[in-house]
């Protein structure tokens, strides 16, 4: 076992620490010296030399105070290298991404500097690392990057956890029978190669233990043979080495790749990724030419049919996808054209939340759908040359009923609408078979949507490489002993090989098991050779996105643990000229083998720096997308398939598989992402076998009532070809019946303290030949003590309970209703005239029925009596309202364009140090999200508990809205939260003793209180027990511990390397005091100085629109949340659909029609509005669905109350008028839902 | 025998160590026990068994001087025990934080406040009893008042603990006081938490003048009594093992010290029964306002459930209705545990209790149904929903969407303790037996303390968003710091029924028909009744006949 612990040194275990850097790069090329100093090669310069970071920069034994200083002081010497270039030369030089030089570094002011983060399987995520002296502290996305730009996914958010996880491996480790463990770089390569073999004496090294060491290598290294390692294998051709390495598109690793399969053409390369492998792409090869990953621009496009694909969410191209389906989305006029999305899925994603019709489908059957839509697509277009593959579709027995047949010939018709041909993208999740991927693609070519709304741009070898496949192959060859050295870099196939390939049996047999890792793995915990690696914020690289750009990526500080990148670690072992990563990276593009277009001139180091500056090569050969379809090619796929029509029953059930918010269980140990609610459950720290209510009703794997204090999900054992899991079950509403949803990535077993004992392992059940789903699984019932698990949600309550939280208008009655006359002053029931917005009106017009609006609670800041009206009060007019200073901060989010991604919750959880609580806590309902995703589903109640498949899902960011009339500030006894001239609400939390009477008397519950040092304090873990042994424990002794009893003295305090990751400009609150979202309140003041210095103007007088963003809204990839000045009606700027517009983005969206106060009612005059969410139904098909209701709705949207159609307040409470989306209609027949109260004749009658 | 010489048994009874051997109990011949006639005529009586003025001195003082009885010292001892788990779990909440309780982001309130409130509202039928009954001339308070009064300091020390202890930062609370500081930060004088402050301090200060200055002239009693002993028995008066000093020199002591020099002078009765009348009627207003100010902690507020008008009148009756089942909870017991304390309180006495409770019974009831009215009436979708879907509906009656209050168990808990079981007391025979009240108390006790936490924690556990629904469960430091409190409770009041006199004797003595100069005596309505029955010769037994004096 490896011993990962910093104590362990204390209890006298050996754990060394390499100390002395491992040789210069170059050493083999020629003889130019850089100085005198290096001529003369005096001892002290080639120790400076040998560094590849600043004195200081690599000596992190243990995150202690000391270490911590000195790493930022490294850090900081990296950052303004040139503030220092006076004593100590800097050897790599990163650049800022803004124009301000380093040498201007301000200590307190961060810097942000742009770099990407690989994605998983492929593709890149272009972003910019916030840096506070030297140490990266968030991660935002780079505007420059054509894939981000600007914005950033979860993981991407939650890496920089990673970064600082004090569980990472700290030091490589060679194990070796004779001489016990061998430790440190040098020694490592060393033993790789006899040309990294060097006997550096490290400072202060006294003769006798040079010596002694010297001496120990030197007999480590003869039982390894004279040449290293490596060297070995020079003359085999490399055979019997197998590399497995993850999918990453990088010019460089491809280079280093090439260069060591052409030095040894006998080893095994595998590409692995047990989420990306590489089916969709090897599909698309089928039919393009060439592997290709599928890009869609949905800006254009009218219809969008996704078949099991989550594209908002999990493919390469994610954030692209979400932002301009986003902006197809956002309707600003009545009349605007929007993208109408149907998705077919087995469990709600945000794509299917997302859509305008959602059809829950078992997996089994997806294909079959996709074949009855390809039918008719292809049928009726007939294009040029498809007619063999109309032929071989028609033959397949694609049969559809009902539901699904009226949505199939919905989407076959809007697809051949000849106004949307060309203006379509048609997804096909990776999780569907080949063949179906060749079908999908050959709709889009046939419906003209390729180089138009979609593109297929080619990927790299290894990010087509058939990932399965080829790991089975290897697990053979190494189960016939022909394999005798596995080098795994930055993979854990040990953990996520799926159950039909032994890969850990298999891989215990390899002789040499050299593996590469940030952190301590499956795979780790087996190694012969362990090599501990480089975060991605701390080496150098390059990457390209799904459709081309790419970046390099400079590291943000020195390895903490002096850890090495793959790159290097493949360059030390082919034995490159180099093994320095930045040396790599710069041959690469100084002119290797890959693009040498870029960069390769003699202009070189400028546009070195420029790349780096900008964070994207500018120049870089692109990808050109790929657009010849052989529909021939596609038509023998099909030929060659064949249908699987029978559907799931009890006995033999579907499962799917899905790579939630751990992918493949890398962000296991990162308790963000733990603690990020799955996106329709909202279970945090596991995952569990998601099934409908009704199939779990069925099976009697209902878990034990929300309301529980912890609700408990059935165990159950999953079944299929002897390979079984054992995993608990949670319903969940949306899923087709007789499915089981598994989430992959979970239940790790070697992981670090946050991840451990989190969730169940599925992949014993994966069958590699068919990785995404199975069919006829059996499920058992555990019984005895361990039948029973407990679960953590964030929230409970799923349906809105008929209130008017949520807000939706379908497109027709928004065309209809939505124009310029939308705004009214209208009389309400009680004969007061209000100015209200179509969103206001919707929903039975609540504010409409509420008593007069004279705030309960006095607005301190109202200075002027004149001009307020009780009217106004309910609604303030940006300039009139008692607010009139600017600026004046507030926030819409549209909740029409909002997918729910959660990437506002964590990036939240970043910017302002929101403490992780743990899964206990969390179902004690103490999570401390600042922004929170509330989820209802749709459909009422009646219906969902007779089994019914709920119409959508809804999400509904909400943070604290800064009421200018503030409950929560009333009633605090000691002026703890008070209202800021700017409209802040603020928390002191100096000030706060923690009564949470402000938390009680918020009607948006958006205040989070500090029951316990969460912040402060060292997270410790979440159950008491192992699960391992679930059948013999009782379910209270699988209930966790609390580590929060525990007295906070006696709790490990937070350790200096995680303290690391915090924001500085944001306070870490203690335990006692309340907190709750500032709108950013750091950051605003910071742009307010800022743009002072800068143009010596008062921010009081003008702030230009859009110089400070909210954290949510930076990194919202839907660009749904706005944030800026309300009161500024002067600032211009074009809206996504070219139109001009006048006055700060918030402010025109607020002043919006769809605009609506949550609560708004409660006169507490929130500072950010929700936006009404607009779908796109297909109203042929909610005809043919027979959805009188939502068609009725679409009528007269308003219900029988505040319509200005008429609707007569006369009518009876109740009517069918009322029975509108979010009203059950069994609640309003009973009792009426309305809240009006007709006791002022003519009332209801309009302005 | 002379006092002179005095025989042992004397010895002892004037050393204080003894009871007096008790004088046989003379019924009234007409209305037996009394207390319960019928007749209108008659006024039942207020002091039974004939008793003398001596005879009440004795039984009064008898219990701090020769000690309730051999029941005590465990009584105390557990109580004490239990008492001091509220230290322990006060202690471990500060050292780890508040999330030992069950709170959180959906219920920031839960037992915390439930105790501070339902402790608060104990206290106010001590007011009521001492203050506004005071004020009425209802002559059968004075029986009861000086225990219900120290019931009320007791039950305000325990509620003062929680809303101290509650917040998150208790080495803050001191920012609730208005303390001039550098940074000129007030508290905040809209929060009606600092409302909470001022006022349950006032009424915490005045309860206690009230009930120290009414206890002024019977420590006079103590002290003289004790210093009489003293000057009688010279060096052969006993002393305290150990310490070596003579009970009666501590008790002549310290009851001179709290008697401030009473010494029982027309001019001091003078002076003392104005200023009891003027801190009678300062309590008064206390009475209302105290509980309409805790009230106002929910009803200022926006929450559905809380923002109610009627929460202070509401809260003032639930206040008296449990404040009342306290006091019969108390001293029902007391009757039987404390010799001759039957000839002071009466049945009559917990018959007029009963009826109160019964009364105030009606009031909250009437408060809980006219919460639906206005729900229903104001037509609010949300205030109705926490009506109905928190508080009320059962899942047995759940409609089709299976819709249920999580907390109707606590809900019905209240409307059987409060609304339905005061209901026996229609029945004449149950007010009038001991058991059944007792028994009626301790439910309607339960019943207030669900009522605080129907309205905290139904209302706070599902408000406007259902996306942030959740449940409140109380943590085994919840219940052990609530257990601790009623044991801090007991404590106190053990200890006050040990030391301090139980009952304020000029006032029963005043109400007594001796009192009466026109009182004959018994028997004056013909039966023959001798006056100088075995109760031995007093000088009130020769005082004439009166009209009958009493409720």
């Not at chain 1, 959508?952 to 008070?978: K, L, Y």
């Not at chain 1, 309140?1081 to 743009?1091: D, H, L, S």
């Not at chain 2, 003289?224 to 501590?250: H, N, Y």
Request: charge should be neutral.
């Amino acid at each position: 076992m490896i011993d990962q612990c910093p104590s362990s040194k204390k209890q006298g275990l050996p754990v060394e620490k390499a100390k002395t850097p491992h040789e210069l790069v170059g050493t083999s090329g020629r003889a130019y010296y850089r100085g005198l100093d290096d001529l003369s090669g005096a001892a002290s310069h080639k120790e400076f030399e040998q560094r590849e970071f600043l004195d200081g920069a690599s000596e992190l034994t243990e995150p202690t105070r000391r270490t911590f200083l000195k790493l930022m002081g490294a850090g900081a010497a990296l950052a303004g290298a040139a503030t220092l270039a006076a004593c100590r030369r800097p050897e790599h030089k990163i650049m800022p991404y803004s124009k301000q030089s380093p040498e201007d570094v301000i200590p307190g002011k961060a810097m942000f500097y742009a770099s990407a983060m690989a994605l998983p399987g492929g593709g890149a995520e272009g972003i910019l690392a916030e840096t506070h002296e030297g140490r990266p502290t968030k991660i935002e996305g780079n505007p420059l990057h054509p894939m981000s730009q600007g914005k950033s996914s979860v993981w991407a958010q939650a890496s920089i956890l990673d970064l600082y996880d004090p569980d990472r491996l700290m030091n490589p480790m060679l194990f070796e029978q004779s001489v016990g463990m061998k430790t440190g770089w040098p020694f490592i390569a060393g033993w790789a190669r006899n040309a990294w073999r060097t006997t550096v004496r490290q400072a202060g090294e006294t003769d006798a233990a040079f010596e002694a060491r010297s001496k120990d290598e030197s007999a480590m290294w003869a039982r390894y043979g004279k040449p290293g390692f490596f060297e070995a294998y020079d003359a085999s051709g490399g055979a019997g080495v197998a590399f497995i390495v993850d999918k990453v598109s990088s010019p460089t690793r491809d280079r280093v790749r090439d260069a060591i399969v052409k030095k040894w053409p006998q080893a095994k390369w595998v590409a692995w990724d047990s989420v990306c492998t590489g089916d969709a792409p090897a599909a698309l090869a089928g039919v393009l030419g060439a592997p290709a990953r599928m890009v869609a621009d949905l800006s254009k496009a009218k219809v969008i049919v996704s078949f099991d694909s989550n594209f908002l969410e999990n493919e390469a191209s994610a954030i692209h996808h979400a932002r301009t389906f986003g902006a197809s989305r956002r309707v600003l006029k009545a009349g605007q054209e929007m993208s109408r999305l149907y998705s077919v899925e087995s469990m709600f994603t945000v794509t299917g939340a997302s859509a305008d019709h959602r059809l829950s489908m078992a997996p089994s059957q997806i294909p079959v759908f996709v074949v009855a839509v390809a039918q008719r697509v292809l049928r009726q277009l007939s294009a040029p040359g498809t007619q063999p593959l109309v032929a071989a579709l028609s033959s397949m027995n694609a049969t559809l009923e009902g539901e699904a047949l009226a949505y199939a010939e919905a989407i076959a018709a809007d697809l051949v609408d000849a106004a949307n041909l060309g203006k379509s993208a048609v997804f096909a999740g990776e999780s569907l078979p080949r063949w179906v991927q060749s079908v999908v693609a050959a709709m889009n070519a046939a419906l003209k949507n390729v180089g138009a709304c979609v593109s297929y741009f080619p990927v790299g070898a290894d990010e087509a490489a058939d990932s399965m496949k080829l790991l089975a192959d290897l697990t053979a060859e190494m189960n016939a002993g022909k394999i005798e050295t596995v080098i795994c870099l930055d993979v854990n196939p040990v953990f996520e090989a799926p159950g039909t390939i032994a890969f850990e049996a298999a891989f215990k047999k390899v002789k040499n098991r050299v593996v590469l890792h940030t952190a301590s793995n499956e795979t780790t915990a087996l190694a012969t050779v362990l090599l501990n690696g480089a975060h991605y914020l701390e080496a150098w690289g390059d990457v390209v996105a799904a459709q081309g750009a790419t970046t390099i990526c400079q590291p943000m500080i020195a390895p903490m643990y002096d850890g090495r990148s793959a790159i290097e670690i493949l360059a030390m072992i082919g034995g490159l000229s180099t093994w320095s990563g930045y040396e790599l990276v710069r041959e690469t593009w100084r002119g290797g083998p890959a693009p040498k277009d870029a960069m390769a001139d003699a202009e070189f180091e400028k546009r070195w720096r420029r790349a780096l500056h900008d964070g994207v090569v500018s120049g870089a050969r692109g990808k050109t997308a790929l657009t010849a379809l052989d529909y021939a090619a596609a038509a023998k796929a099909v030929g060659a398939a064949t249908l699987n029509t029978k559907g799931p029953d009890q006995t033999a059930l579907d499962v799917a598989f899905v790579a939630g918010t751990m992918r493949d269980g890398r962000f296991a140990n990162n308790g963000w992402m733990q603690e990020l609610p799955e996106t329709a459950s909202k279970v945090v720290w596991d995952n569990a076998a998601f099934v409908s209510p009704k199939t779990a009703k069925a099976l009697g794997v209902t878990q034990t009532p929300a309301t529980d204090q912890f609700p408990q999900g059935r165990v159950v054992d999953l079944t299929i070809s002897g390979r079984t899991v054992k995993i608990a079950c949670w319903a969940v509403p949306g899923i087709a019946e007789n499915t089981l949803v598994l989430p992959l990535g979970w239940g790790r077993r070697e992981v670090g303290l946050v991840g451990s004992k989190t969730g169940f392992d599925v992949s014993p059940l994966r069958d590699g030949s068919s990785p995404w789903s199975l069919s006829g699984v059996k499920l058992s019932l555990v019984e005895g003590a361990g039948r029973w698990y407990p679960i953590s949600v964030t929230q409970s309550h799923g349906s809105m309970e008929g209130r008017a939280l949520v807000r939706e208008i379908d497109k027709p009655a928004w065309d209809k209703f939505g124009g310029e006359d939308s705004i009214k002053l209208q009389k309400d029931s009680y004969g007061r005239q209000q100015k209200m917005t179509l969103g206001e009106r919707l929903e039975g017009g609540e504010l409409n029925h509420m008593p007069a609006t004279v705030p309960v609670y006095q607005d301190p800041m109202r200075n002027k009596e004149e001009g307020y009206t009780p009217a106004r009060a309910g609604r303030p007019t940006p300039g009139v309202a008692a607010y009139d200073r600017h600026p004046q901060w507030g926030m819409t989010i549209d909740l029409s364009s909002c997918i729910g991604c959660n990437v506002c919750t964590i990036a939240c959880q970043a910017e302002n140090n929101v403490a992780i609580v743990g899964k206990t806590e969390v179902q004690k309902g103490r999570e401390m999200h600042w922004i929170r995703i509330d989820r209802y589903f749709k459909g009422d109640a009646v219906s969902q508990n007779k089994g019914e498949q709920p119409e959508g899902m809804f999400f509904q960011p909400v943070a604290c809205v800064h009421c200018e009339a503030a409950p929560c500030e009333v009633v605090c006894p000691v002026n703890a939260t008070v209202h800021g001239s700017e409209g802040h609400n603020y928390m002191v939390y100096n000030r706060c003793i923690g009564t949470r009477y402000c938390a009680n008397n918020c009607p948006y519950k958006v205040r989070r209180f500090n029951f316990f040092d969460y912040g402060v304090v060292k997270f410790q873990g979440g159950l008491k027990e192992s699960l391992e042994e679930l059948g013999g424990k009782t379910v209270t002794e699988n209930l966790p511990a609390n580590q929060n009893l525990i007295p906070p003295r006696l709790l490990k305090q937070l350790d200096e390397l995680s303290k690391m990751q915090k924001n500085p400009n944001v306070t870490v609150r203690s335990r006692g005091v309340m907190e709750k979202c500032t709108y950013c309140i750091q950051r605003t003041n910071e742009a307010k100085i800022e743009y002072k210095l800068a143009t010596g103007n008062r921010p009081e007088e003008y702030f230009p629109d859009g110089l400070v963003q909210s954290a949510c809204q930076q990194a919202c990839p839907t660009d749904a949340i706005v944030f800026g000045n309300i009161l500024d009606d002067k600032a211009e700027y074009t809206e996504s659909d070219g139109s001009k517009r006048v006055g700060s983005k918030v402010y025109t969206m607020r002043e919006h029609t769809r605009s609506y106060l949550l609560l708004g009612f409660l006169s507490t005059r929130p500072r950010t509005s929700h936006l009404v969410r607009v779908n796109n139904p297909n109203v042929q098909l909610l005809t043919k669905l027979g959805k009188k209701e939502r068609l009725a709705a679409i009528e007269n949207p308003f219900g029988s109350h505040g319509s200005h159609e008429g609707g007569g307040h006369g009518a009876p409470h109740g009517g069918e008028n009322t029975k509108h989306s979010f009203i059950d209609p069994a609640k309003a027949g009973r009792d009426g839902y309305v809240l009006s109260l007709g006791v002022l004749p003519g009332s209801g009658v309009h302005a | 025998m002379s006092a002179i010489n005095p025989d042992q048994t004397t010895a002892a009874r004037l050393a204080g160590m003894m009871r007096a051997p008790e004088p046989p109990r003379v019924d009234d011949p007409v209305t037996k026990d009394g207390s319960l006639v019928e007749d209108p005529s008659v006024r039942a009586p207020l002091v039974l068994g004939n008793r003398t003025f001596n005879d009440v001195t004795e039984t009064v003082c008898g219990y701090i001087e020769k000690g309730p009885g051999r029941w005590w010292m465990p009584a105390f001892g557990l109580a004490s025990a239990v008492a001091s788990i509220t230290g322990l779990m006060v202690g471990y909440l500060i050292i780890t934080g508040v999330g030992v309780w069950g709170l959180n982001n959906h219920v920031d309130w839960a037992w915390d406040i439930t105790n501070f409130v339902f402790w608060i509202g104990i206290g106010h039928a001590g007011t009521l009893i001492s203050a506004i009954l005071c004020l009425l001339k209802q002559k059968w308070r004075t029986s009861i008042n000086r225990a219900a009064e120290a019931m009320t300091i007791f039950a305000v020390i325990c509620a003062g603990m929680f809303p101290g202890i509650h917040i998150g930062r208790v080495w803050m609370a001191w920012m609730l006081f208005p303390i001039p500081n550098s940074n000129a930060i007030w508290p905040n004088f809209s929060s009606p938490l600092l409302w909470d402050v001022f006022a349950v301090s006032t009424y915490a200060t005045v309860s206690l003048l009230f009930w120290y200055m009414g206890m002024i002239p019977d420590f006079a009693t103590l002290r003289d009594r004790a210093a009489r002993r003293l000057m009688r028995q010279g060096d052969s008066a006993p002393t305290l093992p150990i310490v070596g000093v003579r009970v009666d020199q501590l008790r002549a002591l310290i009851y001179g010290l709290l008697s401030l020099g009473w010494r029982f002078s027309s001019r001091h009765w003078h002076t003392y029964e104005k200023a009891y009348l003027m801190l009678a009627g300062i309590s008064t207003p206390l009475v209302l306002s105290v509980h309409s100010i805790v009230s106002f902690d929910f009803a200022t507020s926006v929450i559905p459930g809380w923002h109610t008008t009627i929460f202070p009148p509401y809260f003032v009756a639930g206040a008296i209705f449990g404040g009342f089942a306290m006091v019969l909870l108390l001293l029902i017991p007391s009757r039987i545990l404390f010799p001759g304390m039957k000839d002071l309180i009466t049945l009559r006495h917990l018959e007029n209790m009963a009826k109160i409770i019964l009364t105030t019974g009606f009031m909250v009831g009437f408060a809980y149904a006219m919460e639906f009215f206005v729900a229903w009436y104001g037509a609010n979708a949300y205030e109705r929903d926490v009506f109905i879907y928190n508080r009320l509906m059962p899942p047995f009656l759940a409609g089709e969407d299976g819709k249920y209050a999580p907390y109707w168990w606590a809900y019905w808990t209240m409307i059987a303790c409060n609304v339905l079981s005061p209901q026996v007391f229609w029945i004449k025979s149950m007010r009038q037996s001991p058991l059944v009240i007792f028994i009626v108390a301790f439910l309607v006790t339960i019943g207030m303390w669900f009522e605080r936490f129907v309205i905290i924690v139904t209302s706070l556990h599902r408000a406007f968003i259902p996306g942030e629904w959740g449940m409140f469960y109380a943590s085994w430091v919840d219940i052990l710091t609530f257990v601790g409190s009623c044991g801090t409770f007991l404590t106190l009041y053990l200890l006050f029924t040990r030391f301090l006199p139980q009952f304020a004797m000029s006032e029963i003595k005043n109400v007594m028909p001796q009192a009466n100069p026109h009182w004959e005596g018994y028997g004056h309505h013909g039966h023959g009744h001798s006056t100088g029955a075995a109760g031995g010769s007093h000088a009130a037994h020769h005082a004439p006949q009166a009209p009958k004096e009493g409720i």
